[in-house]
C-alpha cells in the first residue's frame, strides 16, 4: 500500500508519500517519485507516528458511576478522596480488569504508549503491570508509596517494579518526603513526577525542590511560574478536560509562546474515557472559547512527539522503516495535516498498514 498525502512527526510536517509492506513502513519520498506504476494500492492521508497518553491513572477505571461533585480536594486529594475509598472498596480483580478495558480502548485507538501514576504502592504497580500483559503499548509506571512518614523499604519495593515515583503535589506531600523520593529515584536511574498547581496556585520554589522530571497541570500557574518552570527545563503534562471539570484550564497559549515542553494526557479514568484524540479537540476548541488560541501543530505535538522525547526514545516519534512503532494512517485530507489531526481523528479514520479489503486489512 503507498499512502499519498503528508507526514507529520518529529521531523515536521511535509507533503510524502509513505510505502507500506506486511503492515511496516519500508519507503518515504516526495509525492509522485515513489515508482509505483499501479502496482500498489493507494489511498490519500495522512501518517502519524503513534501517539502517548502522557498522564492517566488507570486504575480510576474502576468506577462505573458519575463520581459526585465536590472539590478537587474531595474527589482525588490522598488519603481520604472519593478515589482513594472507591480503589480501597474494590477488589483487585475488578481494578485489574477495569485497568485492562482502558488499555485495551487506548490500543484501538492507536496509541502505543501511556504513561501512568498508578497508586496503592507495589500491589498497585503489580496490578497495571498484569492488566497490561502482552498488550502493545510502551507502558511508563509511575508508582506510589503507600505509608506515611516514608517507610524506606516500601519505597524500594515500589522503585523495584516501577519506572519512578509519582507524587499528589507539594501541598499534600512535605518536603522531607519529596526530596527522599527523588534521591531514591536518582539512585536507581528512575523518574520522579509530581502534580503542581492544579487546584490552586503553589509556589515553583516549593515545587521544584527538588526538581521533578515531570510536573503535571500547571492550571493555576501565573506568567511567571510558567517561565520558571521553562527555565528549569522542566515539562509538563497537561490534562484540559480533567481540568475543565473544576472550572479551570491550562495556559497552552502561553506554554506554546514561551516555548514550554508540553505533553497531553486525559488524568483521571473515572472522569472521562482515555482518549487523546478527544483531549485534543477539546484542547484545541477550548483554548478557543477562553479567547486563548492555541496552535494546532503544538497540540499534535504534545500527543505524537514531546511524549517519546521524553520517554527516551525519539525515533518512536519519527515516520519511517527504522520506527518501533508501526505509524498511524488517517483518512483525512493532508493539506493542513495538523488542523486535520487535532480536530478530526477518531479511530475509524484510521488504518493499519493498509485500507479495507478483500485481503483482510481494515480501517478502526
Same mark, same amino acid.
Given at each position: 500500500?503507498?499512502?499519498?498525502?503528508?507526514?507529520?512527526?518529529?521531523?515536521?510536517?511535509?507533503?510524502?508519500?509513505?510505502?507500506?509492506?506486511?503492515?511496516?513502513?519500508?519507503?518515504?519520498?516526495?509525492?509522485?517519485?515513489?515508482?509505483?506504476?499501479?502496482?500498489?494500492?493507494?489511498?490519500?492521508?495522512?501518517?502519524?507516528?503513534? =501517539?502517548?497518553?502522557?498522564?492517566? $491513572?488507570?486504575?480510576?477505571?474502576?468506577?462505573?458511576?458519575?463520581?459526585?461533585?465536590?472539590?478537587?480536594?474531595?474527589?482525588?486529594?490522598?488519603?481520604?478522596? @472519593?478515589?482513594?475509598?472507591?480503589?480501597?472498596?474494590?477488589?483487585?480483580?475488578?481494578?485489574?480488569?477495569?485497568?485492562?478495558?482502558? !488499555?485495551?480502548?487506548?490500543?484501538?485507538?492507536? !496509541?502505543?504508549?501511556?504513561?501512568?501514576?498508578?497508586?496503592?504502592?507495589?500491589?498497585?504497580?503489580?496490578?497495571?503491570?498484569?492488566?497490561?500483559?502482552?498488550? =502493545?503499548?510502551?507502558?511508563?509506571?509511575?508508582?506510589? =508509596?503507600?505509608?506515611?512518614?516514608?517507610?524506606?523499604?516500601?519505597?524500594?519495593?515500589?522503585?523495584?517494579?516501577?519506572?519512578?515515583?509519582?507524587?499528589?503535589?507539594?501541598?499534600?506531600?512535605?518536603?522531607?518526603?519529596?526530596?527522599?523520593?527523588?534521591?531514591?529515584?536518582?539512585?536507581?536511574?528512575?523518574? @520522579?513526577?509530581? $502534580?503542581?498547581?492544579?487546584?490552586?496556585?503553589?509556589?515553583?520554589?516549593?515545587?521544584?525542590?527538588?526538581? %521533578?522530571?515531570?510536573?503535571? $497541570?500547571?492550571?493555576?500557574?501565573?506568567?511567571?511560574?510558567?517561565?520558571?518552570?521553562?527555565?528549569?527545563?522542566?515539562?509538563?503534562?497537561?490534562?484540559?478536560?480533567?481540568?475543565?471539570?473544576?472550572?479551570?484550564? %491550562?495556559?497552552?497559549?502561553?506554554?506554546?509562546?514561551?516555548?514550554?515542553?508540553?505533553?497531553?494526557?486525559?488524568?483521571?479514568?473515572?472522569?472521562?474515557?482515555?482518549?487523546?484524540?478527544?483531549?485534543?479537540?477539546?484542547?484545541?476548541?477550548?483554548?478557543?472559547?477562553?479567547?486563548?488560541?492555541?496552535?494546532?501543530?503544538?497540540?499534535?505535538?504534545?500527543?505524537?512527539?514531546?511524549?517519546?522525547?521524553?520517554?527516551?526514545?525519539?525515533?518512536?516519534?519519527?515516520?519511517?522503516?527504522?520506527?518501533?512503532?508501526?505509524?498511524?494512517?488517517?483518512?483525512?485530507?493532508?493539506?493542513? =495535516?495538523?488542523?486535520?489531526?487535532?480536530?478530526?481523528?477518531?479511530?475509524?479514520?484510521?488504518?493499519?498498514?493498509?485500507?479495507?479489503?478483500?485481503?483482510?486489512?481494515?480501517?478502526?
Amino acid at each position: 500500500m503507498i499512502v499519498e498525502g503528508a507526514i507529520l512527526d518529529i521531523d515536521g510536517i511535509r507533503p510524502a508519500y509513505v510505502r507500506f509492506r506486511h503492515g511496516r513502513v519500508v519507503e518515504t519520498g516526495a509525492i509522485g517519485a515513489d515508482g509505483g506504476r499501479g502496482r500498489e494500492r493507494r489511498v490519500h492521508g495522512i501518517v502519524v507516528p503513534p =501517539p502517548v497518553n502522557a498522564h492517566t $491513572h488507570l486504575g480510576d477505571a474502576v468506577s462505573v458511576r458519575e463520581p459526585p461533585r465536590g472539590s478537587v480536594s474531595t474527589l482525588v486529594r490522598p488519603p481520604d478522596g @472519593y478515589k482513594f475509598r472507591l480503589l480501597a472498596d474494590s477488589t483487585a480483580t475488578e481494578k485489574r480488569r477495569a485497568m485492562r478495558r482502558a !488499555l485495551h480502548r487506548m490500543v484501538r485507538e492507536g !496509541l502505543a504508549g501511556a504513561i501512568d501514576f498508578r497508586e496503592e504502592g507495589r500491589a498497585g504497580v503489580e496490578l497495571l503491570r498484569a492488566a497490561a500483559q502482552d498488550l =502493545p503499548l510502551r507502558l511508563f509506571v509511575f508508582g506510589r =508509596p503507600v505509608r506515611r512518614p516514608l517507610d524506606p523499604t516500601e519505597l524500594r519495593e515500589v522503585l523495584d517494579l516501577a519506572d519512578g515515583i509519582g507524587l499528589s503535589s507539594a501541598q499534600d506531600e512535605t518536603q522531607e518526603t519529596r526530596r527522599a523520593v527523588a534521591r531514591a529515584c536518582r539512585a536507581k536511574g528512575k523518574r @520522579y513526577a509530581l $502534580h503542581a498547581s492544579e487546584a490552586r496556585r503553589e509556589d515553583p520554589q516549593e515545587f521544584l525542590d527538588p526538581v %521533578p522530571d515531570l510536573l503535571v $497541570h500547571l492550571a493555576r500557574a501565573t506568567a511567571t511560574d510558567l517561565e520558571t518552570v521553562r527555565d528549569a527545563g522542566v515539562p509538563v503534562a497537561v490534562c484540559p478536560r480533567s481540568n475543565a471539570l473544576f472550572g479551570r484550564q %491550562p495556559d497552552l497559549a502561553r506554554m506554546e509562546r514561551i516555548g514550554l515542553t508540553v505533553l497531553l494526557g486525559t488524568d483521571n479514568a473515572m472522569f472521562h474515557a482515555p482518549s487523546i484524540w478527544r483531549e485534543l479537540e477539546f484542547a484545541y476548541v477550548g483554548s478557543r472559547l477562553r479567547h486563548r488560541p492555541v496552535s494546532a501543530d503544538f497540540l499534535a505535538r504534545a500527543a505524537l512527539v514531546e511524549p517519546w522525547r521524553w520517554l527516551g526514545a525519539p525515533e518512536a516519534a519519527r515516520v519511517g522503516p527504522d520506527a518501533p512503532f508501526p505509524p498511524l494512517v488517517l483518512r483525512l485530507p493532508p493539506e493542513d =495535516p495538523a488542523y486535520q489531526v487535532v480536530t478530526r481523528t477518531t479511530e475509524h479514520l484510521m488504518v493499519r498498514g493498509r485500507p479495507p479489503g478483500r485481503r483482510g486489512g481494515r480501517a478502526r
